[in-house]
């Protein structure tokens, strides 16, 4: 389905694309296809419903004390305001134009404060189509356009025809891969100076892109194994089917995707939920309030309650997984690796291989009872502060995979690394034995001493019986943490009860930190942290010769390749 | 700008620092431990420890003015906790600047050709390095107070956000100038 005002569009003089949609829309101003209103009256209501969250509490204790919920009035009042978020949506859809032109993408918004943006094309990092669900049965796709990757400065196209939206993507990125021979030119020129004395006159052409190129380049001989394309020409890398995301909803808690959205149905719920318990003969208040039972009546009455709320969260789990991941692909489009999912809400999240900063594989307990692995691709962190982790453009994540998949995925990412391996360098013991003594000691002493004093034997066996598992968590992150150097990657290994595996080129570092207290310099033993554009990485405790020689290597790749970290 | 300007830069005795990192082999790389390490100025520990004084003494006047008023009266446990107040703010305005007397000497500094490092702290002792590829773009902080003391704190920001800010506190404002004029003629960074 295509929307009147672009196919109206003049033809245009660049229709290199071989598309039947012309993406060029002329000189002329566009306005958006009439579903944007239910887009932007959503948008006003969402937005004062995040502002106005906090008088929630205030607004239902006022509609519960006058009681009148039911009463014409309020209706009236409800019925007001959403005319009110309507014509809203309607006057930003009247003030809403945008056009296509010469390379540029141009867009008039706003109605109070009006600003006008323009886009050339070779500035646009990324192009994303989100296909909100009323938007779906329509044809119609959100374009959003995402520039020099800060978050301020992405632009909306607010509703256009799938098709459309299709064709703009891929003339817009087109514009990308026009420059990537001029880049991979550069970079091989760049390869062949390294070993010498760099020139200035190279160093200040230096083009940020060699990395992308490099792996594409070992990529190419491992492509063979995806054989998938899409109808964009995207080579699929992996697919999730519901089987893998119920397995991902029951492994994560991803309850809280469902729960957020829940938020303002709780009190009824729960209302409801004590009269439903309450027609079955279960009366919580006489349960607890009364002596008529016997402990093991009342043990299994909690124990029955545990379970069945334990299964409601594992079901509202694996509703939220399925809510964000149903229909999950991972697909690679050049340089760039997009991730596609939603069940109502289609959601897109991509990520330029060279911008990848560290590959994360995360196991929890349960994930390593079933085999499965989160993996997360994790880019530039100071880049959008994203309130929903999932959504996130800074992570791609992969979810629950099986160890092969993990590892032929973070091939693909990063060429011959080997996250599952042997020889990690264990850190040293005394990283216990300082976390007894300057965490556990003080705490331990003062609360077994203070149950002894008042003759409650009973606090001090609690407080023993705590440290005893925080010892043994200490003690499992020591037998987790460990990192070795492969020459080309390093690796790092931590986790507690879970696991944990980084893997990340060392000449993406953006600074290196050995620390060393007083005690730990007699040992001979240092920490190291190196400091990425997606976060802080630390091995602590490792012996001191290690140590330098893992930062000083570091530093000297970062400071003799001199490749860009982006 | 061409190296030999930058070197130019530095001829001035006090930063002897540099040493050449960029032309060695992998057999020999540079070592962080044999980093030539320079103090900043003894004028930060001074200024520091004035602070503290300065500090606690606004603090005991007017915790004093407070007991010692006849405006109004202050309840009781107030008033007698009053000497416990006095005793605190000493003890640990006494520590503040036991810490400073002994940590402050020990924040070094050292450039090379291609990064900045930072030695600081009394009993975890953390040296951080960070190379001028990587710098988005410095900052010369200077309070009022380091104004006086004709002192500034040179921030070197990377990508690695806002609580990895490379920060070389209290050094002469002309050396804190140029060593920003340094990064910046750096062509790794004057380049982007």
Same mark, same amino acid.
């Given at each position: 389905?295509?929307?009147?005002?672009?196919?109206?569009?003049?033809?245009?003089?660049?229709?290199?694309?071989?598309?039947?949609?012309?993406?060029?829309?002329?000189?002329?101003?566009?306005?958006?296809?009439?579903?944007?209103?239910?887009?932007?009256?959503?948008?006003?209501?969402?937005?004062?419903?995040?502002?106005?969250?906090?008088?929630?509490?205030?607004?239902?204790?006022?509609?519960?004390?006058?009681?009148?919920?039911?009463?014409?009035?309020?209706?009236?009042?409800?019925?007001?305001?959403?005319?009110?978020?309507?014509?809203?949506?309607?006057?930003?859809?009247?003030?809403?134009?945008?056009?296509?032109?010469?390379?540029?993408?141009? &867009?008039?918004?706003?109605?109070?404060?009006?600003?006008?943006?323009?886009?050339?094309?070779?500035?646009?990092?990324?192009?994303?189509?989100?296909?909100?669900?009323?938007?779906?049965?329509?044809?119609?796709?959100?374009? &959003?356009?995402?520039?020099?990757?800060?978050?301020?400065?992405?632009?909306?196209?607010?509703?256009?025809?799938?098709?459309?939206?299709?064709?703009?993507?891929?003339?817009?990125?087109?514009?990308?891969?026009?420059?990537?021979?001029?880049?991979?030119?550069?970079?091989?020129?760049?390869?062949?100076?390294?070993?010498?004395?760099?020139?200035?006159?190279?160093?200040?052409?230096?083009?940020?892109?060699?990395?992308?190129?490099?792996?594409?380049?070992?990529?190419? *001989?491992?492509?063979?194994?995806?054989?998938?394309?899409?109808?964009?020409?995207?080579?699929?890398?992996?697919?999730?089917?519901?089987?893998?995301?119920?397995?991902?909803?029951?492994?994560?808690?991803?309850?809280?995707?469902?729960?957020?959205?829940?938020?303002?149905?709780?009190?009824?719920?729960?209302?409801?939920?004590?009269?439903?318990?309450?027609?079955?003969?279960?009366?919580?208040?006489?349960?607890?309030?009364?002596?008529? &039972?016997?402990?093991?009546?009342?043990?299994?009455?909690?124990?029955?309650?545990?379970?069945?709320?334990?299964?409601?969260?594992?079901?509202?789990?694996?509703?939220?997984?399925?809510?964000?991941?149903?229909?999950?692909?991972?697909?690679?489009?050049?340089?760039?690796?997009?991730?596609?999912?939603?069940?109502?809400?289609?959601?897109?999240?991509?990520?330029?291989?060279?911008?990848?900063?560290?590959?994360?594989?995360?196991?929890?307990?349960?994930?390593?009872?079933?085999?499965? !692995?989160?993996?997360?691709?994790?880019?530039?962190?100071?880049?959008?502060?994203?309130?929903?982790?999932?959504?996130?453009?800074?992570?791609?994540?992969?979810?629950?995979?099986?160890? *092969?998949?993990?590892?032929?995925?973070?091939?693909?990412?990063?060429?011959?690394?080997?996250?599952?391996?042997?020889?990690?360098?264990?850190?040293?013991?005394?990283?216990?034995?300082?976390? !007894?003594?300057?965490?556990?000691?003080?705490?331990?002493?003062?609360?077994? #001493?203070?149950?002894?004093?008042?003759?409650?034997?009973?606090?001090?066996?609690?407080?023993?019986?705590?440290?005893?598992?925080?010892?043994?968590?200490?003690?499992?992150?020591?037998?987790?943490?460990?990192?070795?150097?492969?020459?080309?990657?390093?690796?790092?290994?931590?986790?507690? &009860?879970?696991?944990?595996?980084?893997?990340?080129?060392?000449?993406?570092?953006?600074?290196? !930190?050995?620390?060393?207290?007083?005690?730990?310099?007699?040992?001979?033993?240092?920490?190291?942290?190196?400091?990425?554009?997606?976060?802080?990485?630390?091995?602590?405790?490792?012996?001191? #010769?290690?140590?330098?020689?893992?930062?000083?290597?570091?530093?000297?790749? !970062?400071?003799?390749?001199?490749?860009?970290?982006? | 700008?061409?190296?030999?300007?930058?070197?130019?830069?530095?001829?001035?005795?006090?930063?002897?620092?540099?040493?050449?990192?960029?032309?060695?082999?992998?057999?020999?790389?540079?070592?962080?431990?044999?980093?030539?390490?320079?103090? $900043?100025?003894?004028?930060?520990?001074?200024?520091? $420890?004035?602070?503290?004084? @300065?500090?606690?003494?606004?603090?005991?006047?007017?915790?004093?003015?407070?007991?010692?008023?006849?405006?109004?009266?202050?309840?009781?446990?107030?008033?007698?906790?009053?000497?416990?107040?006095?005793?605190? $703010?000493?003890?640990?305005?006494?520590?503040?600047?036991?810490?400073?007397?002994?940590?402050?000497?020990?924040?070094?500094?050292?450039?090379?050709?291609?990064?900045?490092?930072?030695?600081? @702290?009394?009993?975890?002792?953390?040296?951080?390095?960070?190379?001028?590829?990587?710098?988005?773009?410095?900052?010369?902080?200077?309070?009022?107070?380091?104004?006086?003391? @004709?002192?500034?704190?040179?921030?070197?920001?990377?990508?690695?956000?806002?609580?990895?800010?490379?920060?070389?506190?209290?050094?002469?404002?002309?050396?804190?100038?140029?060593?920003?004029?340094?990064?910046?003629?750096?062509?790794?960074?004057?380049?982007?």
């Amino acid at each position: 389905m295509a929307s009147p005002e672009v196919e109206t569009a003049k033809p245009s003089e660049s229709s290199a694309q071989g598309k039947a949609v012309k993406v060029d829309t002329g000189e002329g101003w566009r306005r958006l296809s009439p579903i944007a209103i239910a887009y932007f009256t959503l948008r006003s209501i969402k937005n004062m419903a995040q502002g106005a969250i906090y008088a929630v509490p205030a607004i239902a204790v006022t509609a519960n004390i006058t009681d009148n919920i039911q009463s014409p009035n309020t209706l009236l009042g409800i019925a007001a305001i959403f005319i009110i978020f309507f014509s809203s949506g309607v006057v930003s859809f009247f003030m809403y134009r945008f056009r296509v032109n010469n390379q540029h993408v141009e &867009i008039h918004s706003g109605v109070f404060s009006r600003s006008y943006t323009n886009l050339p094309f070779w500035r646009i990092q990324n192009v994303k189509i989100e296909l909100p669900f009323y938007y779906r049965p329509f044809g119609f796709a959100l374009v &959003i356009l995402d520039t020099a990757g800060s978050a301020g400065e992405e632009a909306k196209i607010v509703a256009v025809p799938l098709a459309y939206a299709h064709a703009l993507r891929k003339q817009v990125l087109a514009e990308h891969q026009d420059s990537r021979p001029l880049d991979a030119r550069h970079s091989e020129e760049e390869h062949q100076e390294t070993g010498h004395q760099q020139t200035e006159r190279h160093a200040s052409s230096y083009v940020n892109d060699s990395n992308a190129v490099a792996n594409i380049a070992v990529n190419s *001989d491992q492509s063979k194994r995806y054989l998938e394309t899409n109808e964009d020409g995207e080579t699929i890398l992996n697919r999730r089917s519901i089987t893998d995301i119920v397995i991902h909803g029951i492994t994560n808690n991803r309850v809280w995707i469902l729960l957020g959205a829940a938020a303002p149905f709780y009190d009824n719920a729960f209302g409801y939920l004590s009269e439903w318990l309450a027609e079955k003969g279960l009366q919580l208040n006489q349960l607890v309030g009364e002596q008529t &039972i016997a402990w093991w009546q009342f043990g299994l009455y909690a124990f029955v309650m545990l379970m069945m709320a334990m299964a409601l969260v594992a079901v509202i789990s694996i509703g939220g997984a399925l809510f964000t991941f149903y229909d999950y692909t991972l697909s690679r489009h050049n340089d760039r690796y997009i991730r596609r999912s939603g069940l109502l809400n289609k959601q897109e999240v991509s990520m330029r291989a060279s911008r990848i900063q560290v590959i994360s594989a995360k196991q929890d307990w349960l994930d390593r009872i079933l085999k499965r !692995v989160n993996l997360y691709f994790e880019q530039n962190a100071s880049i959008g502060h994203s309130t929903n982790e999932l959504m996130s453009p800074n992570r791609l994540i992969v979810p629950s995979v099986t160890e *092969d998949e993990a590892d032929e995925l973070s091939q693909e990412v990063m060429p011959q690394s080997k996250i599952r391996r042997s020889d990690y360098q264990s850190i040293s013991k005394r990283y216990i034995l300082h976390w !007894v003594i300057a965490g556990l000691s003080i705490p331990f002493v003062v609360g077994a #001493g203070f149950g002894i004093y008042i003759e409650h034997l009973d606090i001090t066996a609690g407080v023993t019986f705590v440290s005893a598992i925080l010892l043994s968590v200490i003690v499992l992150r020591w037998w987790r943490w460990g990192v070795v150097s492969d020459g080309k990657y390093i690796y790092v290994r931590r986790g507690r &009860i879970g696991v944990d595996y980084l893997c990340f080129e060392p000449y993406k570092v953006q600074q290196v !930190v050995v620390k060393q207290s007083v005690f730990m310099k007699r040992r001979k033993l240092a920490t190291v942290q190196f400091v990425l554009a997606s976060g802080a990485i630390s091995v602590p405790f490792l012996p001191e #010769g290690f140590a330098n020689e893992l930062a000083n290597n570091v530093l000297f790749e !970062v400071e003799s390749k001199r490749k860009s970290w982006m | 700008m061409t190296m030999s300007s930058d070197n130019e830069t530095f001829s001035n005795a006090q930063l002897n620092a540099i040493t050449a990192n960029e032309n060695t082999s992998a057999s020999d790389k540079p070592q962080l431990h044999q980093l030539n390490l320079e103090a $900043i100025s003894p004028r930060y520990r001074v200024i520091n $420890i004035s602070l503290v004084f @300065g500090i606690a003494f606004v603090l005991i006047m007017v915790a004093s003015a407070l007991r010692y008023q006849s405006f109004f009266a202050l309840p009781e446990p107030l008033v007698a906790a009053f000497p416990y107040i006095v005793v605190g $703010i000493s003890v640990l305005g006494c520590l503040w600047t036991t810490y400073h007397f002994f940590a402050d000497p020990l924040i070094k500094y050292a450039l090379r050709e291609q990064d900045l490092s930072l030695q600081s @702290g009394l009993v975890f002792r953390s040296l951080s390095c960070q190379p001028i590829l990587r710098v988005q773009h410095v900052e010369l902080k200077r309070g009022p107070i380091a104004r006086l003391a @004709g002192l500034a704190s040179l921030q070197v920001f990377s990508a690695g956000g806002a609580t990895h800010t490379f920060e070389i506190p209290g050094i002469e404002v002309e050396v804190a100038e140029r060593l920003r004029q340094f990064i910046l003629d750096h062509k790794d960074v004057s380049a982007k």
